[in-house]
């Protein structure tokens, strides 16, 4: 029989997930590459202070770090970045440790070229302005790296973006010229590939005030003559992910349905067909260039992600359009996949499974699991088991959630426990059931979670992700107080001790729904959106206009009554705000000023800010500082 657990008070139960284990977890494993049996992915280091290195798998089995400190290998293209390196193909024995690599160094954003037993050596010129010369969504064809450039010009005080210009070009691989522009004219680019015969070049672009989830256009460049025309998309169409089927014709994904599917399309006016259509998503939303939701195998089938709300591996037949779902051990998928021949290369990740790095051979079915983003895991009886629910929102409306009950095998409480809502970044983004210590840390110890993809996110079609257009401040609200709601009358959570939290996008929506709501006892704000007005005058250049689709144009009125800064007074609950002090996204003022407004009317609220950290803590030491912080604040407003 198992043992009789202990009567403890809820948020106070004996943990073995501490700060430092969650601080030093979040390797953020990323854009995994492949050739034969060898492996290639970047991830953080958070006891690094958050540098971004190259990783290696070779055909024997050994796991080396390419790229060694201080070098970091992370781009600031569109400030959230993306695909910083890319593996030289053709180059070296055949082995990953002498192969060469082009990657974007943070410190400069310069291209440099790692040559096995060398010093990175810079290939692309010294930019006259800081950093002003970026680069991400790197491919090698033909000894030049094709690749998205951003360019930023003076025009400022040299705090801003200045200027911002963008276009697609080749570097020579080797250096020694300048970078060739081969298109431009849009504000902003995404996926460049070349097709096999060299002749063409395909590539997604749009301009302000669209996102790339709103409209974007797949677009062909000839460059013989530099000749260019639009195959599919528009204003509103969100075409993604372009790959060549051959010299002809291209794969591509677009929501034209309502749904981002898959099609394909010849590049010379023939009508698009859609490969498998389903109320399914195949992609995700482009916050950051470089990735792709499928690949092409050399067997002509294509290896895909698709799903609603989590996505799952399958292997998908143009010829057919059968569909076949991959017998593996994850239960979703990172939108980034990579293959060379029958062997593919993903992020997969599990409720009790980390995010990891996983080669699969899909022809025999094997999977191997080859880096995970944290190395030790506690017994699983401290895991929450997530379920996933829908939840009636106002008018009806369905709203996705995740919940995670307390869970402690040592531990049990007495009555409903405390709650907290998380609310994800974005606002146009997903919360996955992935396994996250941070979620961990809160429920073993015996305060449950409530991860809300209010009405806004992806994954679930662009009809539930248009609810938030113009609507911004109203529909993520109302969903989050909803949320609470449901907690309450289910008998899941104390009504009393259910608080709030969430970052970016996720912290404006906190502390709109503090203002808005009694439901919550608290809310914890990570480097939330305070002020629209002053948001659009000082945010980076590839969310300038974004307000404009969540909003609406520049208007006082309009502004004052969504912001959370204009709704300050009704807040009465306590305020925890963490901030990095050099975040060019939603810069420290926006923090400052909502905490000098709650300080005004006498509104407790602890404001904690951090020095050299940006838009999402990468260090070590500021994870665990602010983690203790969140749940000292819960300790406090729950039980005091």
Request: charged share 20%; proline share 8%; aromatic share 10%.
């Amino acid at each position: 029989m198992p043992a009789e657990r202990d009567l403890l008070p809820y948020a106070a139960w004996p943990s073995p997930v501490s700060t430092a284990d969650v601080a030093r977890s979040g390797l953020q494993l990323a854009f995994p590459a492949v050739l034969g049996d060898e492996v290639w992915w970047t991830e953080d280091r958070p006891a690094e202070g958050g540098r971004t290195t190259i990783m290696h798998r070779g055909a024997d089995g050994v796991r080396r770090e390419l790229l060694p400190a201080p070098w970091s290998a992370r781009t600031r293209v569109h400030e959230y970045g993306g695909r910083s390196y890319a593996v030289v193909p053709g180059e070296g024995p055949g082995e990953g440790a002498g192969r060469s690599v082009v990657f974007a160094n943070l410190a400069d954003q310069r291209l440099y070229l790692l040559t096995p037993g060398a010093e990175p050596r810079p290939i692309t010129p010294e930019p006259e302005r800081e950093a002003g010369l970026r680069y991400a969504d790197l491919t090698v064809c033909d000894g030049q790296v094709w690749c998205v450039q951003e360019r930023h010009d003076g025009g400022d005080d040299g705090d801003g973006d200045g200027k911002v210009s963008r276009s697609i070009v080749s570097v020579p691989l080797h250096g020694g010229a300048e970078p060739r522009e081969r298109v431009s004219g849009s504000d902003f680019y995404a996926s460049p590939v070349l097709s096999p015969d060299g002749e063409h070049l395909a590539y997604i672009c749009w301009n302000h005030p669209l996102m790339p989830w709103n409209g974007t256009e797949l677009r062909i460049t000839r460059l013989a003559d530099g000749a260019s025309w639009t195959v599919k998309g528009g204003v509103t169409e969100s075409v993604l992910a372009p790959q060549w089927r051959d010299d002809r014709h291209l794969y591509l994904v677009s929501d034209w349905s309502g749904w981002w599917n898959l099609y394909q399309v010849g590049i010379f006016g023939t009508s698009p067909q859609a490969i498998h259509p389903a109320e399914e998503e195949f992609a995700g939303p482009l916050w950051q260039l470089g990735g792709s939701p499928y690949a092409v195998l050399d067997d002509g089938r294509l290896a895909v992600l698709h799903g609603q709300g989590e996505l799952r591996l399958g292997l998908l037949d143009p010829a057919d359009g059968t569909l076949t779902d991959l017998d593996v051990p994850y239960d979703g998928w990172l939108p980034a996949l990579a293959a060379d021949g029958r062997t593919l290369a993903g992020i997969g990740y599990g409720p009790a499974i980390p995010q990891s790095v996983v080669r699969v051979d899909t022809v025999t079915g094997r999977v191997e699991g080859l880096r995970r983003d944290v190395d030790e895991l506690p017994d699983i009886a401290y895991l929450p088991v997530p379920r996933t629910v829908e939840i009636e929102g106002r008018f009806g409306r369905r709203v996705h959630a995740h919940v995670y009950p307390p869970s402690n095998p040592e531990a049990r409480g007495d009555g409903p426990p405390p709650y907290v809502v998380f609310v994800h970044g974005g606002p146009t983004g997903y919360s996955p059931t992935a396994l996250d210590l941070k979620k961990a840390f809160f429920t073993s110890r015996g305060i449950g979670v409530l991860d809300l993809n209010y009405g806004g996110s992806t994954g679930y079609g662009r009809a539930y992700r248009e609810r938030l257009r113009g609507q911004w401040g109203v529909v993520d609200v109302e969903d989050a107080i909803a949320a609470a709601e449901w907690l309450a009358e289910e008998g899941l959570a104390d009504p009393a001790r259910i608080a709030i939290r969430g970052g970016s996008a996720g912290g404006w929506t906190v502390m709109a729904a503090c203002a808005r709501s009694g439901a919550f006892a608290g809310g914890v704000s990570y480097y939330g959106v305070s002020a629209l007005g002053p948001f659009a005058e000082t945010t980076h250049d590839f969310e300038s206009r974004y307000i404009e689709w969540l909003v609406g144009p520049s208007d006082p009125a309009l502004y004052g009554s969504r912001e959370p800064l204009g709704q300050v007074a009704g807040v009465t609950c306590p305020m925890l705000l963490l901030q990095g002090l050099s975040d060019p996204v939603v810069p420290p003022a926006q923090s400052e000023a909502f905490a000098d407004a709650l300080a005004e009317r006498g509104v407790p609220c602890t404001y904690l800010t951090f020095e050299g950290e940006s838009h999402g803590f990468r260090r070590a030491e500021t994870r665990s500082a602010a983690l203790a912080a969140e749940l000292a604040f819960y300790q406090q407003i729950f039980f005091t």
